[in-house]
């Protein structure tokens, strides 16, 4: 039997995401994205092929780097002019039953108080069909707007992002216990206080005494993704992620990266096969594969270079406009940049990679592989990357939007279907029922288990205090 494929949609509620400048290209309906009739009708076309999710993005701040300043990023719409996410799923939640929704927010601007409670609302609302990316940021124009100077260091970041998770466990899984709301009418009583307790947290970053807001919602926590290629992200992710994504430009890369983030999630205890991986993937999809070139032939002549630089130069901290288009990129000699070069060789050694030739790249789906041609084509391409690399499955960008979809849904599914690659109907249950197969909730081997008997915890901590 062939292995099942997961598909998200990798989408952001903004004009240009991942292929800069084909907003201009006239099938595109990108600039709908303040539209709720876009994202509604985007829900009911996902849901109809069966993807997993709508795998939201999200950035603050803006792409500022490219000649020190945002000029390009506005010219191009390069992922600004952007809106909230979380404000796109309830509606969307509205006109579907299974479709899972994952939603980026940063804990670098946001304090897991607050948050915790918009996490339950939504999960709540959708009946647990919410997941919650987690990154820490890297934009510095953000943390500007926000009163710092600059973005904490890298894996300074993710000592916060340790404690961050920490307050959150404490308030979605330990502070209300099963059963806490009654809703007695005949004893007038709705839940019960004995039952609902203080987290007490104390910590490095934060201090949060009370009780969380919510009463328990289906999942509890959502379902946790994390996207992060470091060292130190594919670590946080081994211990707290049940989705990871990456965007690996081969599959060289993608092997290592995958192979090494299973093998860090078994050392942390947990089952490396219940923890899913998903690669950013583009596909332009066809009747036939010559109809597929014809279509990636003239999306192509609406990518913008600028647009492109100014991605690059945000997502490497380093000014590309400093350099000629045929520049090659060997001969600069940065570590982001040389770990780009790295990246992108693995994929043909013989190769040099001029400033432009990277930008190509990127101008239609961002730094993930791009996949052109017909439905059997493509099909194939995708299986022997998940065979390849034992990757689970794949955030699809789009390059023209929602054509880029609709092809999938109406080209690509079937056939994937045909082949026993691709589910033809949804799972029951939450978004982690359906993605796992098991119960709505955490496994006990997961660190947030560690949380859900807050008195117990206090207990001890007691025990262990007089112990002194």
Known sequence: MPREIRLNAFEMNCVGHQSPGLWAHPR?????????????????????????????????????VLGG????????????????????????????????FGLTASLSFEHPYPFARRLSTLDHLTRGRIGWNIVT?????????????ALKDHDARYDYADEYLEVIYKLLEGSWEEGAVVRDRERRLFTEPAKVHEIGHVGKHFQVPGIHLCEPSPQRTPVLYQAGASSRGKQFAAEHAECVFVAA??????????????????????DPRKVLIFNLQTVIVGETDAAAQAKWRDYKQYASYEGALALISGWTGIDFGQYRPDQVLEHIHTNAIQSAVEAFSSADPNRTWTVRELADWVGIGGFGPLIVGSAQTVADELQSWVEDTDVDGFNLAYAVTPETFVDVVELLVPELQKRGAFKTEYAPGTLREKLFGEGPRLPASHPAAGYRDLAALEAGRRGATAGA
Not at 137 to 149: E, M, T
Not at 256 to 269: H, L, P, Q
Request: aromatic fraction near 8%; proline fraction near 4%.
């Open 249 to 270: 430009p081969s599959k060289s890369i993608l092997k290592k990266t995958v192979a090494d983030i299973r093998r860090r999630a078994e050392e942390a205890g947990r």
């Open 28 to 64: 595109d309906r990108a600039w709908q994205y303040k539209d709720l009739e876009y994202w509604t009708e985007l829900a009911r076309l996902l849901e109809r092929g069966k993807f997993d999710g709508i795998f939201i993005a999200d950035v603050i701040g803006i792409y500022d």
């Open 69 to 100: 300043n945002g000029e390009a990023a506005l010219r191009q719409s390069t992922q600004v002019p952007v809106n909230d996410p979380l404000a796109l799923i309830t509606p969307m939640a509205l006109v579907s039953e299974h479709l899972g």
């Open 137 to 149: 940021s890297y934009l510095d124009s953000g943390a500007r707007n926000l009163g710092q100077q």
